[in-house]
């Protein structure tokens, strides 16, 4: 399609519990990228992909946080043990040849709540 | 590291006035440089991006911004402004090296006065 969806649109979890969203990019873009924006501010990178292989995860909290990209299958972004900090708007972006040459296409993004 | 820094948490403007909302970047090379705009409850909509050539770019909703490299300053201006031009406004900077992710400014939050 012709843009980023993610599901679901919003999430609510009670701490500790899992939480799984989901990405699929515009067909044909090989690059996808998760931000997070806590408090309708600035966003931080998390991590990109390259097809189905990482490019950077300086951005991520290792410890609870995992992502894929795997092929014909929306890339994932999965936080383990959820913590009130983690609510925030989490959103999946994609462009087809990195940044270098083009625009990114950012979905709507995930809001998640931890109660 | 890089940086953004959009001085502005805040902006009023009367409709129909001019506006140019600041952003100051720290990259150690040339820099790719996007603002982008987003509205309540939206996602973020790009308005322009520079990359190299003029300096000044045009971007969507008659936006435009110019790049001084000697100032690190990528100021997003337009003319006269709309009701419907309220929202959080976004300046970003990346690298241009594939997959490294940008790095975004705080946002200015633009209110617009009838």
């Known amino acids: 399609g012709e843009e980023v969806a993610q599901t679901p649109k919003h999430l609510v979890r009670g701490e500790g519990q899992k939480a799984k969203l989901y990405c699929a990019p515009i067909?044909?873009?090989?690059?996808v990228f998760w931000y997070q924006q806590v408090l309708k501010n600035e966003f931080k990178f998390l991590i990109s992909f390259q097809n189905e292989n990482v490019f950077d995860e300086t951005g991520m909290p290792k410890e609870r946080f995992s992502a894929k990209c795997l092929p014909n299958s929306p890339c994932s972004l999965e936080i383990q043990a959820t913590k009130l900090e983690d609510s925030a708007v989490y959103f999946c972006?994609?462009?087809?040849?990195?940044?270098?040459?083009?625009?990114?296409?950012f979905g709507q993004g995930t809001r998640l709540t931890v109660v | 590291a890089q940086s953004v820094t959009q001085p502005d948490i805040h902006i009023t403007v009367s409709e129909g006035a001019s506006l140019e909302l600041r952003c100051n970047y720290s990259?150690?090379?040339?820099?790719?440089l996007f603002w982008y705009v987003q509205s309540p409850g939206q996602g973020l909509q790009l308005l322009l991006k520079y990359f190299s050539g003029d300096t000044l770019v045009q971007g969507i909703k008659g936006f435009e911004a110019e790049f001084k490299r000697s100032q690190s300053s990528f100021n997003l201006r337009k003319p006269s402004v709309h009701w419907s031009d309220a929202a959080e406004y976004f300046c970003a900077v990346g690298g241009g090296g594939g997959a490294d992710g940008l790095t975004f400014g705080k946002g200015t939050h633009l209110i617009i006065q009838p």
């Open positions: 972006a994609s462009t087809p040849v990195g940044w270098g040459d083009t625009e990114a296409f």
């Open positions: 067909k044909g873009h090989s690059y």
């Open positions: 990259y150690g090379a040339t820099p790719y």
